[in-house]
């Protein structure tokens, strides 16, 4: 069974630009998270979905951020207009209906210059 | 004070050595307590779940949880150095998001 997917594996990006990430979760998998690292800070919770919906986005930094997830199936995460700050490790997790353990894809390490 | 406190590291440890890994947290609600192991380069990868006070030992890992103390605690045995990564401790309250601790990077010198 394939893991949690996300792409791309890195991005370097100016400042003012727009970026896109996108993450697969495991086939089945109702419950979507996304977490973000800044380098030196703890794994931070940004949001997470059931199916389509957004079940709790309240670590969600600002109003440049924008999840989606239509249909239930994948997920995209943008950021527009990115700043220095959202630099870092941005990381992906599904999980099944009702169950604790979130599975994690291998992140997305985005440099905002 | 944070939520989570976790000594960052880095650990060093000799091959066969007894690896013990632990953090503090302030929240009584945390019900949930997991560990994480992380792969330069990969995603967190769950290692051990626990839900209440106790042991619970799977292979050479044991979790520990004193919530009396908020202290929760991983032991490795019989270390190897496939074990050096970064051990995460996370915790979270029902129906509620998980916080995690920053990490403790171990090293286990063959």
């Known amino acids: 069974e394939a893991g949690v997917t996300q792409f791309p594996s890195h991005s370097v990006i100016e400042k003012g630009q727009t970026v896109t990430l996108r993450c697969d979760p495991i086939s089945g998998h109702d419950n979507l998270y996304w977490y973000r690292r800044v380098m030196g800070k703890e794994i931070k919770f940004l949001l997470h979905?059931?199916?389509?919906?957004?079940?709790?986005e309240s670590g969600m930094p600002n109003n440049r951020f924008l999840a989606e997830r239509t249909g239930g199936t994948y997920s995209t995460l943008k950021v527009q207009p990115a700043e220095l700050e959202d630099s870092g490790v941005y990381f992906c997790a599904s999980s099944q209906q009702y169950q604790e353990t979130q599975y994690f894809g291998p992140g997305t390490r985005l440099l905002v210059l | 004070q944070k939520e989570v406190e976790q000594d960052p590291g880095p650990l060093s440890v000799p091959e066969g050595a007894i690896v013990s890994l632990n953090c503090t947290y302030s929240n009584s609600a945390f019900q949930y307590f997991m560990w994480y192991r992380q792969y330069s380069r990969k995603g967190p990868e769950l290692l051990m779940y626990t839900y209440s006070s106790g042991n619970k030992e799977d292979g050479r890992f044991t979790a520990q949880v004193d919530k009396s103390s908020k202290y929760i605690s991983l032991f490795i045995r019989d270390s190897q150095p496939s074990d050096s990564a970064t051990y995460l401790c996370?915790?979270?309250?029902?129906?509620?998001?998980?916080?995690f601790g920053k990490g403790t990077r171990l090293h286990i010198l063959p």
């Open positions: 979905f059931v199916k389509e919906s957004k079940q709790d």
């Open positions: 996370a915790m979270s309250a029902p129906d509620d998001k998980i916080i």
